[in-house]
């Protein structure tokens, strides 16, 4: 396998819009579109995979049941699944970094005092 640098993920500053009431839902959403994203470039692969095949006379079906993949291949597959799990949970990454950002000890120590007031 080789070296590459992961390349940096962009993210907009700021609040994000939320559309639903219910906490969460934003981001159940967002996930969901994510995976929809995934499922239909997937399934048009493996649309375009089975046609061209077809057009070769390959029973890719058959070949697919008796294949046997090498270390190279597992681990290529275990890259492209962390790339959708890094994009799938991108959001909730996001916000908890912000969230961590915004606690300081300062606003801990205000915390604190404005329990002791009462």
Do not use: C, H, N
Request: aromatic share 4%.
């Amino acid at each position: 396998m080789t070296d590459e640098i992961a390349p940096m993920l962009r993210s907009a500053k700021g609040k994000r819009p939320s559309f639903y009431d219910t906490p969460g839902l934003d981001q159940m959403m967002s996930m969901i579109m994510v995976l929809a994203g995934e499922v239909s470039v997937l399934a048009d692969q493996v649309d375009l995979m089975q046609r061209v095949a077809a057009e070769k006379g390959l029973d890719l079906a058959g070949g697919m049941k008796t294949i046997t993949l090498d270390q190279d291949a597992l681990e290529a597959r275990e890259a492209r699944r962390q790339a959708m799990l890094d994009r799938l949970f991108y959001l909730m990454r996001k916000e908890a970094a912000e969230a961590e950002a915004q606690e300081t000890s300062e606003g801990y120590s205000q915390v604190i005092a404005d329990i002791a007031k009462g």
